[in-house]
Each structure stands twice: as structure tokens, then as C-alpha cells.
């Protein structure tokens, strides 16, 4: 389903109970910073679908369509309306983690590059997304590739880690040098 229809900007209301996921909040690792999220309220008559753990988000609209997986989000939260939210229906047959790191993939990706509408910015149509071909294979492969990720983004992260840490050293090895 799509995210929550606002209409125009999403206001900005201090102390507002209801906390809103826009692009900028969603990263392929997921929500980047809950304490970010922008408060608000909002209206009308139908309860909305509050986002819940295990959500998959998958960002239409941009330059760059991508899926995360939401863990444990804030109490009464929804997303913009550029964010599709997928809820799988049986996690024992497909684990939304892996859901979210298929719709990742390059082959996924290509498709729905090619798919993608506008001239100005480009978005994916959910019945796109509908249509996107995806493979369930056994439980046991699906919890071994998302642990491959989760252990390849940890390893990403140390490098990175180790490539900061190397160019603040360089910085102030010419600092010394060069007084």
C-alpha cells in the first residue's frame, strides 16, 4: 500500500503524536535516524495504517528506487506518500528481510529502471511493483543469504571505519609536517 496521502507539505507540528517516514528517513540498511522523523497529526476519519516492525518500505519516487526493512519503528508512525509499504502475510514462507534485499538486487533493479515513469521524476507505478518477479526459495537459503548481508554490511562498515581513520591520521601527520 502506499504511505499516508498528505496533501502539499507534511506540516510540522511540535509535540504531534504521529511521526512520518519520508525519503530522506529511509536508507537500503532502513530507518536512518528515528529521532529525526518529522511530528505531526493527522486527520480524518479512518484510522491510519500505523507502519509496524517487520515492514518493508520501498521508495517510488526519485532517482533511486530501493527497499528496507523497517525494525522495531516508533509507536504511531506512517510514511509519505512516495513510499510504498509492503507487509508480507507469511513470514514462515518469505522473511520480509529478504523480500527487502531481493527488491535490491540488480536484476529487480533493471526492471523496474525500465519501468519508471516521468519526465521530471521518475517514480514506480505500484502496479510495477505489483508485477516484479520474485523468487521464494527455501526458508533456510533465505535466512543464509539475508546473514550474508547482514555479515557483508558489517564488513562494509569496518572498512570504512578503517579508511576514516587512516585519512584522519594522514591529516594530522601534515599538520606536523607541514608547521
Known amino acids: 500500500r502506499m504511505g499516508y496521502p498528505f496533501r502539499g507539505a507534511i506540516p510540522e507540528i511540535a509535540g504531534g503524536s504521529v511521526r512520518v517516514v519520508q525519503i530522506r528517513d529511509v536508507s537500503r540498511r ?36 530501493y527497499s528496507a526493512l523497517v525494525i522495531d519503528p516508533p509507536a504511531r508512525t506512517v510514511c509519505s ?65 539475508v546473514e550474508l548481508e547482514r555479515v557483508t554490511s558489517a564488513e562494509r562498515d569496518a572498512w570504512q571505519a578503517l579508511i576514516k581513520n587512516r585519512e584522519t591520521e594522514l591529516a594530522i601527520l601534515a599538520e606536523r609536517l607541514l608547521k
Open 81 to 145: 506518500q512516495h513510499i510504498y509499504v509492503i507487509r508480507v502475510k507469511q513470514p514462515e514462507r518469505l522473511l520480509p528481510a529478504f523480500l527487502a534485499w531481493q527488491l535490491n538486487q540488480a536484476f529487480v533493479q533493471r526492471y523496474l529502471r525500465q519501468s519508471a515513469e516521468g519526465s521530471h521524476q521518475l517514480s514506480i507505478r505500484r502496479t510495477v511493483l505489483d508485477m516484479t518477479e520474485i523468487r521464494i526459495p527455501p526458508i533456510e537459503r533465505q535466512r543464509a543469504a
Open 30 to 65: 532502513g530507518l536512518k535516524n528515528r529521532d529525526d522523523l518529522v511530528a505531526t497529526e493527522v486527520e480524518g476519519r479512518k484510522e491510519p495504517d500505523w507502519l509496524l516492525d517487520q515492514d518493508v518500505l520501498f521508495v517510488a519516487r526519485g532517482a533511486s528506487n
